[in-house]
C-alpha cells in the first residue's frame, strides 16, 4: 500500500469525491428515492459536500431512514482495514493502543483485510432504555479480571459510535435518547474524543454521525438537546410527496402486491391519503404515513387474490370494488381529532368516495359516460362483488362504444384479460353513481349497480 501511494481519505472526504463524480457523470446517488429530487435531496447534497453531519426533521413515514441508508452508496466499495482491528482502523492511520502497538510491532507486516461499504454503515434505534455504554463504551469486567489496570485503555468495551469509525452512524428518532445520554454524544461530535467511566481516552474517530427526528410539536417524548442540536452543521427538513405521481411512484415501489393493481386505482389510493392529510378531522400532527398507502394497495391486491381465490377467475386483478377493504382494515393506522370517536369509517370512507370521484374525473375528462348510464337504467343491471368475475362483470352490458374509450382511458386494450377491462367500467360505474346518474345498492357481499 506503501508502495502505490495509497493515502487514506476521512470518511467526509470520502462521500465528497464520490458525490461530486456522480454528480458529473449524471448518475442518481439516490436509488429508490422518490419526490425528494427538488427539495430534499439538494439540500442533503450541499450539507456532504460542506461536510456537515446531518439531522433529517420530518413527520412519520417521509422517507427518513430509507434516505439515511442510501447514503451507505457513496462510500468505497472497499476500503482496507487492520485485520482484527475492533475499529476497523486504516493500517496506515491506527488508533486504538492495541491496534497501534500491533502496528509498532509488526510494521509493514501489519495483516490487512478489506471491509465493504455495506457494513460501514450502522443504524441504532435511539430508545429511551439506550445507555451510555451503548453507544459509547463502557469498562469490561472481563478484561479487568485479567489483571489489567482499572485505567488500562484497553480494559475499554467500545460501544456502536467507536465501531463505527471510518463510517456512517445513524440514529432513528434521536430525541428519544435520554437528554443525558445526549449529552455523551457531545464530545464524539465536536472533539471526536470519547470518554468511559472518568478517564479520557483520546480516538481521533472518523464518523460521520446522521439522525432522524420529528417536529418538536409532533412528539412529547422527548427532544434534541441544545448543544447537540448545535453541532449538527445542518438541519433538513423533508415531506411527503409533493405530486400525485411521485405518490404513486412510492407505493408502486414499496408495495409488495400479491395481485395486479392498475395505476388508476394506485392513483385513487394516492389521492386517498393526500385527502387524508388535508382533512381537519384527521390530527396532522402524527401525520399520515407514507406506509398508510402502501399498506392500502397490498390490502386491495389482498382482496383480489381473495376474490380469485373464490371465484377461479385467473389472473387475480384488482377491481374498484376491491378498495371497499380499506376502511375497515386500515382504520387504526390514522390518528383522528378528539371527538371522532365512533365517526372514523365514516370518514374514512367518505374520503376514499372522493379520491374515487377525482381519478374519474381525470381519466374519463371529455368523455360522454350517458350511454352506459342509459344501458343499466334500460334493465342491464350490474352487480360486482367478492363472487363475481371480471367476466360476469362485462357480461350484464351491452356492447357500447363508450366501453372501448372507459378501457383505452385507464390503459387497457381490447385483447386484455376481462378482468382488467371490467376494473375500468367499474371505476365509470362508480363515478356514475358518485355523480348521481346511477343507484347503487350494496347487500353483503354484492353491489348492484342500478336505476
Known amino acids: 500500500m506503501r508502495a502505490a501511494g495509497y493515502a487514506p481519505r476521512g470518511i467526509k472526504a470520502e462521500i465528497k469525491d464520490n458525490l461530486l463524480a456522480a454528480l458529473r457523470e449524471g448518475r442518481d446517488p439516490w436509488p429508490g428515492i422518490v419526490g425528494f429530487s427538488r427539495t430534499v435531496l439538494p439540500q442533503l447534497e450541499r450539507a456532504l459536500l460542506a461536510g456537515h453531519d446531518v439531522v433529517l426533521l420530518g413527520e412519520r413515514g417521509q422517507g427518513k431512514t430509507r434516505l439515511l441508508r442510501t447514503l451507505a452508496g457513496l462510500l468505497d466499495e472497499w476500503t482496507p482495514v487492520v485485520e482484527g482491528s475492533e475499529l476497523a482502523e486504516h493500517p496506515l492511520r491506527p488508533i486504538a493502543p492495541a491496534t497501534v502497538r500491533r502496528a509498532e510491532e509488526l510494521g509493514d507486516d501489519l495483516p490487512v483485510t478489506w471491509l465493504h461499504r455495506d457494513r460501514r454503515y450502522t443504524e441504532k434505534l435511539a430508545t429511551p432504555d439506550t445507555s451510555v455504554g451503548d453507544l459509547i463504551g463502557d469498562v469490561d469486567p472481563v478484561k479487568v479480571a485479567e489483571g489489567r489496570s482499572l485505567g488500562d485503555p484497553e480494559t475499554i468495551h467500545f460501544g456502536l459510535v467507536p465501531r463505527a469509525h471510518r463510517g456512517i452512524v445513524a440514529l432513528n428518532e434521536l430525541p428519544d435518547l435520554a437528554e443525558r445520554i445526549q449529552v455523551a454524544l457531545l464530545n464524539v461530535m465536536e472533539e471526536r474524543d470519547i470518554q468511559v467511566r472518568g478517564y479520557t481516552l483520546r480516538l481521533p474517530l472518523d464518523v460521520l454521525l446522521v439522525a432522524t427526528a420529528n417536529p418538536e410539536d409532533y412528539t412529547n417524548r422527548g427532544r434534541i438537546i441544545t448543544p447537540l442540536k448545535d453541532r449538527f452543521g445542518a438541519e433538513i427538513r423533508t415531506h411527503y410527496p409533493l405530486e400525485l405521481d411521485a405518490e404513486v411512484g412510492v407505493v408502486r415501489q414499496e408495495a409488495d402486491l400479491v395481485a395486479e393493481v392498475n395505476d388508476p386505482l394506485l392513483e385513487v389510493l394516492a389521492r386517498f391519503v393526500r385527502n387524508l392529510r388535508e382533512s381537519s378531522v384527521v390530527d396532522q400532527r402524527s401525520g399520515v404515513s407514507a406506509r398508510f398507502a402502501v399498506a392500502a394497495a397490498e390490502t386491495v391486491a389482498a382482496a383480489a387474490l381473495r376474490r380469485s381465490a373464490l371465484t377461479g377467475e385467473r389472473p387475480a386483478i384488482a377491481r374498484p370494488v376491491d378498495l371497499d377493504a380499506v376502511p375497515s382494515v386500515l382504520r387504526g393506522k390514522i390518528e383522528f381529532e378528539p371527538g371522532e370517536e365512533g365517526r372514523e369509517t365514516e370518514h374514512l370512507v367518505h374520503l376514499l368516495r372522493r379520491a374515487i370521484a377525482e381519478t374519474a374525473r381525470d381519466r374519463f375528462a371529455g368523455l360522454n359516460l350517458r350511454p352506459l348510464a342509459e344501458a343499466v337504467a334500460d334493465g342491464h343491471l350490474v352487480a360486482t362483488g367478492e363472487r363475481v368475475t371480471g367476466a360476469a362483470v362485462l357480461s350484464a352490458l351491452p356492447e357500447l362504444p363508450v366501453l372501448h374509450e372507459v378501457a383505452q382511458r385507464a390503459g387497457v386494450s381490447a385483447d386484455d384479460p376481462p378482468g382488467r ?31
Not at 429 to 451: H, I, N, W
Request: aromatic letters at 6%; hydrophobic letters at 45%.
Open 421 to 451: 377491462i371490467a376494473a375500468a367500467v367499474e371505476l365509470a360505474l362508480e363515478s356514475l353513481y358518485l355523480s348521481r346518474q346511477l343507484a347503487k345498492d350494496a347487500d353483503g357481499s354484492t353491489t348492484v349497480y342500478g336505476p
